[in-house]
């Protein structure tokens, strides 16, 4: 299956009833061969509208972080863990997120990313229980790299703040930029042990 059988999938989904509420569904977009996802919570209202992730004041600042690590959407694939936009832009309901999960699932075993960022609490915690870690606060867990098992492979699972959140409290922004400056120095990491090992042959 492709990324653009799951997206066609997802545009006709009725797993749940945010089918009826929606205006298009969100399955996202990006760099089908990424090497780092980024996993949202749920489409907000500008996204509902041009069917397309981040694209309101949220991810204005999203775009504004990854050039500050010199990184463009181009680079990177960003979805949410739920396709619709729930109703008020409340929270996701639990039967939402398992509704949608098979179609995060997917996404993430085709693309097949070494990292993944989760954006925001339910975004976090969801994937962290699909690795066998039950946690109940972003704050707990964010700032943090998790090594853990996920859609087949060991992958780095990084946990922050949803950039919503920062908007909502511009004092959260410090920790936002605290873990983009951690995510960088893991590429620039990454980046430096393969020179080194290509000096070797």
């Given at each position: ?54 694209v309101g004041a949220a991810g204005k600042l999203l775009t504004e972080l990854l050039g500050e690590i010199g990184l463009t959407r181009k680079d990177i694939f960003i ?123």
């Amino acid at each position: 299956m492709s990324l653009e059988e799951i997206a066609r999938r997802i545009r006709e989904c009725m797993r749940c009833s945010l089918h009826l509420t929606r205006i298009n569904a969100v399955p996202g977009e990006g760099n089908p061969k990424a090497r780092i996802v980024f996993v949202g919570e749920a489409p907000g209202r500008n996204e509902d509208l041009q069917g397309r992730p981040f694209v309101g004041a949220a991810g204005k600042l999203l775009t504004e972080l990854l050039g500050e690590i010199g990184l463009t959407r181009k680079d990177i694939f960003i979805t949410n863990v739920v396709k619709c936009r729930p109703p008020n832009n409340r929270d996701p309901k639990p039967e939402e997120i398992s509704a949608c999960l098979p179609f995060l699932k997917k996404q993430l075993e085709i693309i097949d990313p070494d990292i993944i960022v989760a954006l925001g609490r339910h975004s976090a915690l969801t994937l962290l229980r699909l690795a066998g870690k039950e946690e109940r606060s972003i704050m707990k867990v964010r700032g943090k790299v998790f090594e853990v098992e996920l859609f087949g492979r060991r992958r780095k699972l990084i946990p922050t703040l949803h950039p919503a959140a920062v908007l909502y409290n511009p004092r959260l922004r410090p920790l936002l930029e605290s873990d983009f400056k951690m995510l960088e120095e893991i590429l620039l990491g990454d980046k430096r042990r393969k020179s080194s090992l290509e000096e070797w042959f």
